[in-house]
């Protein structure tokens, strides 16, 4: 077999080509970046069997096992097989490894599980969303995060995910000691203030960060129990015209924001350059040149019940 020809193999099998003639990496996805502390066991072994005993922690949070030759693809791919089942990645061909070369780890901050800030579970919807999109060619980047501090960087990547919360105030809790319009005022937006010994919210204003709710001494501030998302599209790094992604739903819901990332690969999938290089191309680029009124009617399909879509 040619190197052309297994080089075509192996970016396909989710393997990286290196600098070294005949030797690359093996990429591992972890969606959201939590994962059982066993894998670590399984990707030190295949580092020290078939590697150079050395691991890159990649920005995306996923493992890059180094020094892997590429005649031992196949052995790799079944010691592959049973972190690929404990992180629950869709597979077609159990013991062949990884099915697609596209949409990257989604990445995800700590989430609810352990900060205070976060509004939702950042680990557990990054999973869902793997569940739609992989496998898939496409080349997306997608990122969670819990709050609007936007630890996870979201709005650099094609989709961003951030966590909203309706905040949920209960005046016979209150005070009035005015930490929540303060912490407001200081670290988010400025969208509380009193009237008559009670805290008045500007709907228009909020941006659902939750300040006020981890501010407050008396929990006369509360986290909804729906969940809310806001969704920032067209965010890239690169080369050519990096900027950060911009708002373009907000007060959403999971539900529907999984449909809109679906549309989004019909709308690459129609619209793409034939000239991309390797098929991938950022679906901002792709937007840019087909028109936002355009991409605004694929987007929305099959969704209901959506809070507001950004003009």
């Not at 806001?230 to 990096?242: D, E």
Request: hydrophobic residues 35%.
């Amino acid at each position: 077999m040619g190197l052309d020809i297994n080089t075509k193999k192996l970016k396909k099998n989710a393997f990286r080509v290196s600098k070294v003639r005949g030797i690359g990496a093996s990429r591992i996805r972890v969606p959201g970046g939590y994962l059982n502390a066993k894998v670590l066991g399984m990707v030190q072994e295949i580092a020290e069997e078939y590697g150079n005993g050395y691991v890159h922690l990649t920005t995306r949070q996923g493992f890059e096992i180094e020094g892997i030759r590429f005649e031992d693809m196949e052995a790799i791919n079944q010691k592959l097989q049973p972190i690929i089942e404990l992180l629950e990645i869709n597979q077609e061909d159990p013991g062949t490894g990884y099915p697609a070369s596209g949409t990257r780890n989604i990445s995800a901050c700590i989430g609810n599980n352990v900060c205070p800030f976060a509004n939702y579970n950042t680990a557990e919807l990054a999973k869902e969303i793997e569940r739609n999109v992989f496998p898939n060619d496409l080349h997306f980047k997608i990122a969670c995060t819990g709050c609007s501090n936007d630890c996870a960087k979201a709005r650099m990547h094609d989709f961003g995910i951030i966590g909203m919360t309706m905040p949920q105030y209960n005046p016979d809790r209150c005070v009035a000691c005015q930490a929540c319009i303060k912490g407001c005022n200081k670290l988010s937006v400025g969208a509380l203030r009193m009237e008559n010994y009670k805290i008045i919210r500007d709907t228009e204003k909020c941006i659902g960060c939750g300040v006020c709710i981890t501010k407050c001494p008396t929990r006369a501030f509360t986290r909804s129990k729906k969940k809310y998302y806001k969704l920032t599209i067209m965010g890239r790094t690169g080369k050519r015209n990096p900027r950060l992604g911009e708002d373009f739903l907000v007060w959403a819901d999971a539900e529907n924001i999984i449909k809109i990332i679906m549309n989004t690969y019909r709308f690459v999938k129609e619209y793409i350059s034939p000239d991309a290089p390797g098929g991938k191309e950022h679906i901002g680029y792709i937007i840019d040149r087909v028109g936002f009124e355009e991409y605004k009617k694929w987007a929305p399909q099959f969704c209901s019940n959506i809070c507001s879509l950004i003009a």
